[in-house]
């Protein structure tokens, strides 16, 4: 049989990791947020009969806890549980944040517990019920006690992920890569549609015009280098080209020319590893794009 398990906080993870830990076998416990609607829409979808907004009444009879609370209360939350023994003797206490290492729930470990983080590499954008298991197919990173981090294992691939170890003191830098990897990418995405948009392709078919490229570039990158799945003006090193880029960028929407330079300079690097920029071409381009006054 699997272990219990119960959530704290029951937004978007903590409700992904209730349906689907319930669909592997795991048996809810108790659900508890702050809100007990939360924790009432979040039981409903399971059949879950305990949820509260009185943290310790979730947690005190399972095996594994689930801290799903956003980051900035993480380590409180604990605390609150652990003051009020909350905690089951030799339990497993992990959260999900990509940026914050296990010690932050030490208070726990002095209750007797493992501690660990189990930080799935996925975006989880809403609290409804899912078409698709969001875990499945997808790297989830674990660090902690050694307890905690062989539990977690053995959840990641219950829930249908990768387990990958992370070391504590680099979790950080491994959370900004997440962050570029996702949320820089909407933000590339909303450059490149703004700049599309002012270019008078309408709205609504600017997307559907833009993915097949995005999806091409994503397939060259996953089947070649990164360096050789650049192609464009940059790494053919078409000076002219990226100089009418930014006299037109600067002159209808001056706001975005910073932000274009920034990411033509690091591609600049992309090409010369690529081996197709020559020295002058990418001596060229760096002043171009270097310097914010030229344009
Ligand atoms: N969203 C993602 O894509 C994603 C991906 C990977 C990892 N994570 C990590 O997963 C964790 C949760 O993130 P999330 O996006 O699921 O957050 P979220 O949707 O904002 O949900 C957080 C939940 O915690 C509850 N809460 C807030 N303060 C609380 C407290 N003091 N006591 C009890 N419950 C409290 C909120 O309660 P009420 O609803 O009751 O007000 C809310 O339901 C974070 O550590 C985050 O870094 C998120």
Redesign the pocket.
Known sequence: MKPSFSI?????????LAIFLTEAGYIPSGL????????KRAADLIGCLNYT?I?WEATNKADIVF?????G??E??CS?IADKNGFKPECVIL??????TSDILSSARACGASIGSM???????S?KEYKINPFSGIVTSVEGDKKAVDEATLITQDLGSVCISIQTDTKILYHAS?VVA?NYLVTLLDLSLNLICRAGVPAKDAFKGLKPLIEGTLSNIEHMSVQDALTGPIARGDIKTIENHLSEIAAKTPALLSLYKILGLYTIDIAKAKGTLTDSASKRLKELLGDSTTQ
């Open positions: 704290v906080g029951c937004g978007r993870v903590g409700t992904a508890a947020s702050k809100s007990l609607t939360s924790a907004d943290l801290i799903t609370t956003p980051d209360t993480i409180d939350v609150k959260h999900c944040s990509g940026a914050l930080h799935p590499l996925q975006s989880f954008a609290t997440a996702s």
